[in-house]
Structure formats: structure tokens, C-alpha cells
């Protein structure tokens, strides 16, 4: 069904829940598989990177480090995958590299937002079910790493 899937991964915890759908699902189906990690470019980044030089080159070398580990993880138990390291409004950078990498199906954790805070920053998902052209799955199963590994483990 899906040849080619994107997975959306900053190292939360909800990052980890789409890394490992996405990755259990890939097993299943075959598919290619594609890491992307998005360093956000906020207004409130911004604002600490001209009080305090550095702030985003720290950020950037925190994320780069979140992604290697997983990158190598996944490597290290035989999966072939392009990972993609960029800085932006995650939800336009996601779309961009779904359709890039012509994605079938794009997995994205979820985090719960209060009303205020989704008024604010906008909403990501939203934005995204608009302008994709695929299939979309919001990561929700907690599977924990004793399950995921055993799950990575079958038939292998």
C-alpha cells in the first residue's frame, strides 16, 4: 500500500511515538523511509538568538544530535533510510519535503495544545491536511522501546 514513508522526528516523546509507527509500519509495508527533523525558526528563537548569539546554532547541533541517534538506531537494525535535517516552520518544511520525496504517507506525532497556544502558534495540522497530497497519520499508539524492538525483531 505505501512505498514511501516521511516521518516527522524532533526526539519528544510524541516524536518517538510517529518514529516508531512510522517505522513498524514501513516494516510492514516494504516502504522506503524518510527522517525528517525540523529545527523551528520562532519568533521567540529569533529573539533569543539577539540577546544571546548562539542560541540557534545550539539548537541546531541539539536536533543534529537527536536525528543521528535515531538515524544510527534504525541503521544499526538493517533499515535503509534518508534522513533530513532543516530549519524552518516545521509544517510548511514537512510539506515540502512530502512532496519532495513523493511521499504516500506523511506520520507526525501529536502534542495537546491549550486553545491559546494553538491561536498563537497556529495549527500545524491544519496546515498540513490542506496541502499535502498524501496520506496523513497523527501518531497516537504509545508503544513503548521493549515492544517496538520486539516488534522489529519478528520475522527479521
Given at each position: 500500500?505505501?512505498?514511501?514513508i ?12 510517529a518514529?516508531?509507527?512510522g ?10 523511509l524518510?527522517?525528517l ?31 543521528g541517534?535515531a ?13 533530513k ?17 513523493r511521499?504516500?504517507v ?51
Open positions: 500500500m505505501y512505498k514511501r516521511l516521518i516527522a522526528y524532533d526526539g519528544t516523546r510524541e516524536g518517538r511515538t518514529l516508531r509507527e517505522v513498524l509500519l514501513a516494516k510492514q509495508s516494504g516502504a522506503a524518510f527522517v527533523a525540523v529545527v523551528p525558526e520562532t519568533a521567540e528563537i529569533l529573539a533569543a538568538e539577539g540577546a544571546h548569539a548562539g542560541v540557534i546554532a545550539h539548537q541546531q547541533q541539539t536536533y543534529k544530535e537527536i536525528l541517534e538515524v544510527a538506531g534504525l541503521r544499526s537494525r538493517g533499515f535503509t533510510l534518508d534522513a535535517l532543516v530549519s524552518g516552520d516545521p509544517a510548511r518544511e514537512i510539506a515540502a519535503y512530502a512532496a519532495q520525496v511521499a504516500d506523511v506520520v507526525v506525532g501529536h502534542r495537546k495544545r491549550s486553545l491559546l497556544q494553538r491561536w498563537w502558534s497556529g495549527s500545524s495540522g491544519a496546515y498540513l491536511t490542506d496541502v499535502l497530497h498524501c496520506s496523513l497519520l497523527i501518531a497516537r499508539q504509545d508503544i513503548s522501546q521493549e515492544d517496538f524492538m520486539r516488534e522489529l525483531e519478528k520475522d527479521a
